[in-house]
């Protein structure tokens, strides 16, 4: 598969972690992430995504899209409502067991959830900032209530999705009768979750309202430890491809004192940055247990019967379930670099190392002047042919040293320079970001050669 292979990628050289006030700066200076509602103070855990960060969201989504959806062919993609039916939510078990525990400190008013505190202050009942007594821990409900309808006393009661892929569940029935696929099969969906999250933050890590990408692959039971690993294994070379800093990816299995109410075993895909090692993407043995409690709550049959051995079972479930949100996070963390002068770059460059496929915008084009008339109607030329097959950005204002690190800065990885030798013999410079070489290329050439370095293949 070619999403596994780094043909594509870039090679530098390892950097030191990124604090995170680096990338949040950097987000809301060039327009990738805005505070929600910030005129008004802004709402913790939700954010805003701006020009930049829309071209990068995209592209994100569209890349595992295309790996997931388009290169299976034992896999459909669905796009299922925030809303639904209050009991989805008994029988996920999300209202019974999608809880937080949580201590608040005497002394200092701190809280925090009782998963995230040391051992030793556990034990000792102590807080971990100011050594103040905890109080009893307090049990709290992720789940985000809304009513469905206007006259009081007939509004239904029911949940912002606190995980994306429950309509995968709904909808397998319908995907299975539509489609005439059969076991084993995948169906995918990306979309918005919603959780109370009693502690939000990290900027996107933790968030209120995010974004989740699921694989639900259902599977006959004797099968299940050999799609289980295959995913598994697939999604960890999806994470690889995409970032520099390999060494920065790992697994890790869950302890049974950490498993979701629904999961028989997982492992996370952690990534490492200043905030440690943290989950990407959880990797769920969901076993019978979605379909098995749908089948309960609504009284309807959601087993399956083998076409050709009559066998009638309850699929299992493979589930994959990241974050759009976190791989927007991960990539800016991981990309992010501060160059110091050198022999190539005298003042020095911040630079996102993005990979080209992902890159918010993919080429700038740059007259070398914007006084000399010849040199803009050329680049605006070249300008309007490459827009249509990427996102191109036209820059004339400051010198081409400024455009050049404006560019590097949020990761567009080709730069074209028309200057005075373009006029006489129709090429042009093009730029590249890492290694900031630089080739003359033909105006012609110059569409075939970018699409082949900026989309997947
Ligand atoms: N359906 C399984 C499920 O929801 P999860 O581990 O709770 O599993 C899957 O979430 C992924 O969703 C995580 O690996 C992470 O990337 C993302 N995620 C979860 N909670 C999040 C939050 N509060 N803010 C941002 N992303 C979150």
């Known amino acids: 598969m070619t999403q596994t292979e780094d043909k594509a990628m870039l090679s530098i050289e390892d950097t030191p972690l990124v604090p995170i006030e680096k990338v949040v700066a950097l987000s809301k200076r060039r327009g990738f992430v805005y505070p929600n509602s910030e005129i008004y103070g802004g709402v913790s855990g939700i954010y805003d995504f701006g020009p930049l960060g829309v071209e990068l969201r995209n592209n994100i989504r569209r890349f595992w899209w ?172 999806w994470y690889k491809s995409i970032i520099n800093h390999k060494d920065r990816l790992r697994f890790r299995a869950h302890g049974p004192d950490e498993l979701a109410h629904y999961a028989k075993q997982a492992f996370d895909i952690e990534y490492k940055s200043i905030l440690g090692w943290q989950e990407w993407e959880g990797i769920h043995w969901r076993q019978d247990w979605d379909l098995s409690r749908h089948s309960q709550y609504s009284g309807q049959d959601l087993s399956y019967t083998d076409p050709e051995t009559k066998e009638r079972y309850i699929p299992w479930i493979v589930e994959t379930s990241g974050g759009v949100d976190r791989t927007f996070l991960n990539l800016l963390l991981d990309a992010y670099e501060e160059e110091p002068p050198s022999g190539k770059d005298k003042e020095g460059r911040t630079v996102l190392h993005l990979h080209p496929w992902l890159a918010p915008i993919k080429v700038a084009v740059l007259p070398l002047q914007k006084n000399k008339e010849e040199l803009v109607t050329t680049a605006k030329g070249i300008h309007n042919r490459l827009k249509r097959l990427m996102v191109a950005q036209y820059d004339d204002v400051a010198n081409i040293g400024r455009r050049y690190r404006r560019q590097d800065e949020i990761g567009t990885p080709f730069c074209v320079t028309v200057d005075f030798q373009t006029l006489e013999d129709q090429t042009v410079t093009v730029r590249e970001r890492d290694g900031m070489t630089q080739i003359r290329l033909a105006i012609d050439e110059l569409p075939g050669y970018l699409v082949e370095k900026v989309t997947w293949k």
């Not at 006259?151 to 995907?175: F, H, P, S, W």
């Not at 076991?183 to 933790?206: D, H, M, S, Y």
């Not at 989740?212 to 070379?237: A, G, I, T």
């Open 66 to 237: 295309w790996s997931m959806v388009q290169l299976n062919d034992n896999v459909l993609g669905i796009e299922g409502s925030i809303i639904t039916h209050p009991r989805v939510w008994e029988a996920s078990g999300h209202v019974e067991n999608f809880v937080d525990r949580l201590v608040d400190c005497k002394k200092c008013k701190r809280r925090f959830r009782v998963d995230h505190l040391p051992a030793e202050n556990l034990e000792q009942n102590k807080c971990p900032v100011c050594g103040g007594e905890l109080t009893e821990p307090r049990v709290f409900n992720l789940m985000m209530e809304t009513y469905i309808g206007v006259v009081e006393g007939e509004r239904m009661k029911t949940y912002l999705r606190g995980e994306a892929c429950q309509n995968i569940y709904l909808d397998y029935d319908n995907v299975l009768k539509s489609s005439r696929i059969q076991i084993p099969f995948g169906i995918c969906q990306i979309g918005k979750a919603f959780r109370n999250e009693v502690t939000p933050g990290n900027f996107l890590f933790r968030q209120r309202e995010f974004e989740q990408w699921d694989l639900q692959f259902f599977v006959h039971p004797s099968e299940m430890q050999k799609w289980f690993d295959y995913w598994k294994e697939y999604r960890f070379e």
